[in-house]
DNA sequence: GTAGTCAAGTTCAATTTGGAACTTAGTTAT
DNA sequence: ATAACTAAGTTCCAAATTGAACTTGACTAC
């Protein structure tokens, strides 16, 4: 993604794609270093660089959309999981998902679902072999670039860096679902944005 | 947004929705400590969390999409800026935004578009009167969102964290725009995934 | 100046998306 | 057991999205 290269005067020998080499614009020094909300700015951002190249890999490369490969990964980590599931941890809307796991399906990628697991009628969903294969073929290139992504991080580094997200995250579970006017209503509300 | 309630077995007494009050799926678990890219899956969790009920807030108030507010965002921030500018900052393709931009000039918040900035046919785009006066109004929202999100952090916790993302944001000139295939053309390249 | 090149922005068409309505299957109450 | 309720998953369709082609205007070289 072109939204990546050099900020302003370093780096200038580097030889490359020319183009987009180092017209990198303002606007991006403005948003990172006069935004009022410079956090979520660079969360946001670096999700859009990790995401791009990634998912536009795994489309080139396995012909999955980026909410199918979703379904794989969550699998991966919790086999049995639902529909549901996937689409509260992820944030796609279940209906997108319904279309992913009939995919995968025809494509062999899942098993035939098997009936409940917790409650009510869900699904439990798991991974075919071959998803599996897929899976462990694709996990060291995400692998590998969030490594890439945290090279600049000492080992300690990471540590706290890890540490200190993992407390956000951790704390959300108090203020999401109640912010603005969303979610004045009860239901299952995605209006935009994913996760992996 | 639902994907967000309490963990496991943390505060049970708070009243509330009742439905999504504590099923919260172990999938949510395993992806928050059995991720092999843990970084990335907080980040993208995050920006989930924080992006749903803003931008659903602000569609709802002031009936702008995404992409729409987020042209106002950037020009409140680098004035002038083109529609490439925020394209390569924001991750949406061009033709989106030149909808956008097409839509909030009828709607009055941008001032006629004057010539070039810098170089080529670049416009420059700038908020009217009424766009600033949008955008005064619906940062503090934001702004108070982002502060909530790192509520569990003390002062100095946020001075760290905010320098670690920098750090890894600022080493991203480096590794963005090459890694699997993507980038294989040196054109435009905004698959999916958007930013403020 | 005129031709040629380049990229910013726009338009078009085909696909994708997701809200709303619906179906289906558990679970609870009577 | 039957009825009423609830929520998971699916279908439908109108609307949104975006890749690709195109247009436009600016710089460059002759």
């Not at 987009?20 to 956090?39: I, R, S, T, V, Y």
């Not at 959300?172 to 239901?187: I, R, T, V």
Request: overall charge neutral; aromatic content about 8%.
């Amino acid at each position: 993604m072109s939204a990546a290269s050099g900020a302003s005067e370093q780096k200038i020998g580097t030889s490359e794609s020319a183009q987009d080499l180092d017209d990198l614009p303002d606007m991006l020094e403005a948003k990172l270093w006069e935004n009022p909300c410079p956090f979520t700015f660079r969360i946001n951002y670096l999700a859009l660089l990790y995401n791009t190249p990634l998912y536009s890999w795994i489309q080139d490369t396995y012909g999955l959309k980026r909410h199918e490969y979703v379904v794989i990964y969550s699998l991966a980590l919790a086999n049995g999981g639902s529909a549901r599931d996937i689409s509260r941890t992820s944030g796609f809307p279940k209906n997108t998902l319904s279309r992913a796991v009939k995919r995968l399906e025809l494509m062999g990628l899942l098993e035939e679902r098997s009936k409940a697991p917790g409650g009510g009628r869900r699904q439990a969903l798991r991974l075919s072999e071959k998803g599996w294969k897929l899976f462990n073929e694709t996990v060291p290139v995400f692998e590998s670039y969030e490594e890439r992504m945290l090279t600049p991080l000492s080992k300690g580094e990471r540590q706290i860096l890890f540490e200190l997200m993992s407390k956000v995250v951790v704390g959300a579970e108090d203020w999401a679902d109640d912010l603005p006017q969303a979610g004045a209503k009860g239901s299952t509300r995605n209006t935009k944005g994913e996760t992996q």
